[in-house]
């Protein structure tokens, strides 16, 4: 009897430890195909905390255009006034400015609306705004067939007027736009068009789409300001250095000391990369020595110093002002001051050479920047490190965009018929879609919706990706996820465009008691956009490769044994261009031709000046598409372009070249005969217009700034398989979740075999009792 009970035991056992085994197989079977959809997906969904909140606003963002949308559909265009042509009465005021819209828009259909972005600067008292809108209509707009345009400004309607044709005239408007309603930083001003079509049974829906407003691209906002005091608070940088008074940058100096440590003059490039962000068609920051900052009628000045080279009138001027330079052996120091002229005056001081960067990319980060509203601040060592890592953590992929990064919010779209809005991608001009890109879009829309038409629509730029049709069932929460198609990688576009048509079944022209048709994209929708890395070098894909993903990366720049303010100056200005966009946080670095060493050039190299005085670029004449003589007062003719002698004495080059030192780095050599051609070069980099005539990857400029452009590299083959720390690199998620899946799969198969051996212990010892 106590055999059969053991039996019963010993069966009772072995049938737990094979339920065991199977569930644990069922869980192990779970997760290797989670882990192999993850690496097969690439899962693109960043990181996120629910804080329960989160849609609060964009509720009621819905709601007041929803209420607005309601209004316009409610309102009768024969009612509407006549377009206001009379320029409004304006305040005089010290300056004003203009936003011209930068392209035309078409509003097609019935109902439709289109968006202009403006921007108001912290540093200015608004003092009055109103829009130019110049249109023209289609022949189907008359006084039979009504139209309205209103326009909203932040989701508020200011102004509505009816619209109808007039033969061979461009029409225009005048709209105020209230000043109570502007808020600092980016403003939306919304045209919504309202047509009337119907017949006898209702909307004339086959001829909707010909009915069109069309908005030219010579609208435009016009503000009036005076300028706000800024009592030297830093978090208006970088104003007034560069600003809507002055765009160009005309009369600033980023200035280093005399000694022109490399630490100095590293920090004073990264920043002129910064600042020249901010300028309009030209350029005309200077970079130099402190000497010289009077000879080259600097007005306004930023002085980047270890402490042991600051000028000591600099000392006394901060001594007046209280300030300690006793201890910034763990810190920089970042004064706003006014020198002895009243002039704004930025410095930047430290103990530490590696600090004096640290200040640089505070300055660059709009969110640590917006922090400092106070004259003086410190900036502690290695805090850049930290606040990179702090971005990396909330963007695990470079290229991974919320649309919450992109425009504060998520997206909506109320009323009926078809919709779009464009998303401005922060993009510089070296990007190139990668064949990697995903988009995932999460959207929901309105019940009552005519789901055999209604849908969405992606475009890279104005090429349609993606659709999916509208279903009731997922009207809660639907999900557009998909690759980017082969036919746009390798393109680049400023924008992605998404379109909703939103159709309901038998509406009228006039709107009934219905509930407003809608559709929102929240605010966590990503946009995977990784850019390829291109192969060949040239001017057409500049930045590339000195900026990657928006950050100046591994750039190295050599200067002569002793630069004066005139090298510093060209270099800036080609700091500038390999920088334009740049954001905080990347990677350069300066030293001497007579420090450089091929054990240490792993870096995008940039080089300036003559053979005589830049002994780096002397020595690599050899490797110059056009070399210097042996004099190096003349370039040598190729087997491409015979140079006359005449000629050959007064151009200037940039020569885009593969380094020597390095495999996938490059060299950017800006060379000249003598002052005169470095000044050539320096003029047309200063110009927007001008050195968009940079192609190829080598430019000749002669004295009347005319450019001779070639072509000399062979493009290689871009389609080598990724090296193991790239696809780790763009796949980290996947990655991540693949190593916990095997490291789960391994701990639970030990606990199978734990408990079989256990069961068969178990076995022997019942046998051996026997």
């Known amino acids: 009897m106590e055999k059969g009970i053991l039996n019963e035991r010993n069966n009772a056992m072995r049938k737990t430890v094979h339920k065991v085994i199977s569930i644990l197989c069922c869980i192990l079977m779970f997760i290797t195909t989670q882990a192999h959809t993850a690496l ?159 017949d006898t049974e209702g909307c004339t829906e086959d001829q909707s789409w010909s009915s069109w407003i069309n908005i030219s691209e010579d609208s435009y906002v016009y503000a009036g300001y005076e300028l706000i005091e800024d009592n030297n608070q830093i978090s208006f940088f970088p104003y007034p250095f560069v600003s809507t008074v002055n765009p160009t940058g005309e009369g600033t100096a980023i200035l280093v000391s005399d000694q022109s440590d490399n630490s100095e003059i590293a920090a004073a490039m990264y920043l002129m990369a910064g600042m020249s962000s901010h300028t309009s068609e030209e350029n005309k920051i200077s970079v130099g020595l402190y000497k010289d900052a009077q000879a080259n009628k600097a007005k306004n000045r930023i002085v980047i110093s270890l402490t042991e080279n600051l000028p000591e009138e600099l000392r006394l001027l901060l001594n007046d002002e209280k ?243 005139r090298e510093l100056d060209l270099l800036g200005k080609v700091v500038a261009l390999c920088g334009e966009n740049t954001k905080a946080y990347g990677d350069l670095k300066v030293i001497r031709a007579n420090e450089f060493t091929e054990a240490d050039s792993n870096y995008n190299i940039i080089t300036v000046g003559t053979s005589t005085d830049n002994h780096f670029l002397k020595s690599i004449n050899d490797q110059l598409y056009f070399a210097y003589n042996e004099s190096g007062n003349a370039f040598l003719s190729n087997s491409t372009l015979i140079l006359s002698d005449h000629y050959a004495k007064e151009i200037a080059t940039f020569q885009l070249l593969k380094s020597p030192f390095a495999s996938q780095r490059a060299i950017l050599a800006v060379g000249g005969t003598g002052e005169d051609t470095l000044e050539q070069a320096k003029l047309l980099l200063a110009s927007k217009k001008e050195r968009a005539g940079l192609k190829g990857d080598c430019v000749l400029l002669d004295s009347d700034l005319e450019l001779k452009t070639f072509e000399f590299m062979i493009e290689e083959d871009g389609n080598n398989r990724p090296s193991i720390g790239e696809f780790v690199k763009e796949n980290k998620q996947p990655v991540v979740f693949t190593v916990m899946a095997i490291a789960a799969m391994g701990m639970l198969l030990l606990a199978a075999v734990l408990i079989l051996l256990r069961a068969r212990s178990h076995d022997k010892k019942e046998d051996k009792s026997e």
Not at 43 to 58: F, K, L, M, R
Not at 60 to 76: N, R, V
Not at 82 to 97: A, C, F, G, L, R
Not at 370 to 389: P, W
């Open 323 to 565: 300030v300690s330079l006793s201890d910034l052996s763990n810190r920089v120091m970042v004064k706003r001051v006014k020198d002895e002229r009243q002039n704004a005056m930025l410095l930047i001081v430290s103990d530490q050479k590696e600090n004096l960067m640290e200040a640089v990319h505070m300055l660059l980060d709009e969110e640590r920047l917006s922090q400092e509203k106070i004259s003086t601040a410190y900036v502690k060592a290695n805090s850049a490190s930290l606040a990179a890592e702090a971005k990396e953590l909330n963007q695990l992929i470079v290229g991974n965009y919320k649309i919450k990064d992109l425009i504060g919010s998520g997206i909506t779209y109320i009323g009926p018929f078809h919709h779009e809005e464009i998303l401005y991608l922060p993009f510089g001009k070296d990007y190139v879609l990668s064949s990697a890109g995903k988009i995932s879009l999460k959207f929901r829309y309105s019940e009552n919706l005519d789901f055999n038409r209604s849908l969405i629509t992606v475009y890279w730029g104005d090429v349609p990706i993606a659709s999916k049709k509208l279903l009731k069932e997922y009207a809660a929460g639907d999900e557009l996820t998909f690759t980017m198609p082969a036919d746009v990688v390798g393109t680049s576009a400023t924008s992605i465009k998404i379109a909703f048509d939103l159709e309901i079944r038998d509406l009228f022209c006039t709107m009934r008691d219905d509930r407003m048709p809608w559709a929102y994209v929240t605010e966590d929708s990503v946009l995977y956009l990784p850019s390829k890395e291109l192969t060949k070098l040239s001017f057409q894909h500049f930045p590339s490769p000195y900026q990657i993903g928006g950050t100046l990366s591994d750039v190295m720049l050599i200067t002569s044994d002793e630069p004066d303010s």
């Open 40 to 198: 097969a997906t690439a899962d693109i969904s960043p990181i996120s905390v629910n804080t329960g909140t989160e849609n609060i606003e964009d509720t009621e963002e819905m709601s007041s255009k929803e209420e607005a949308y309601e209004q316009i559909l409610e309102s009768d265009p024969y009612e509407a006034t006549k377009p206001n042509t009379v320029k409004p009465e304006i305040p005089d005021t010290t300056y004003q400015n203009y936003f011209s819209f930068d392209s035309s828009r078409v509003l097609k259909g019935i109902f439709s609306s289109t968006s202009f972005y403006f921007s108001i600067p912290k540093y200015w008292d608004t003092r009055f705004v109103y829009t130019v809108i110049e249109y023209n209509t289609s022949k189907l707009i008359t006084e039979e067939v009504p139209a309205s345009l209103t326009f909203m400004v932040n989701n508020t309607p200011v102004y509505s007027c009816n619209v109808s044709y007039q033969e061979g005239r461009t029409q225009l408007v005048y709209v105020t736009i209230p000043i109570e309603l502007l808020k600092e930083g980016y403003n939306v001003l919304e045209a919504v068009s309202y047509v009337r079509m119907y």
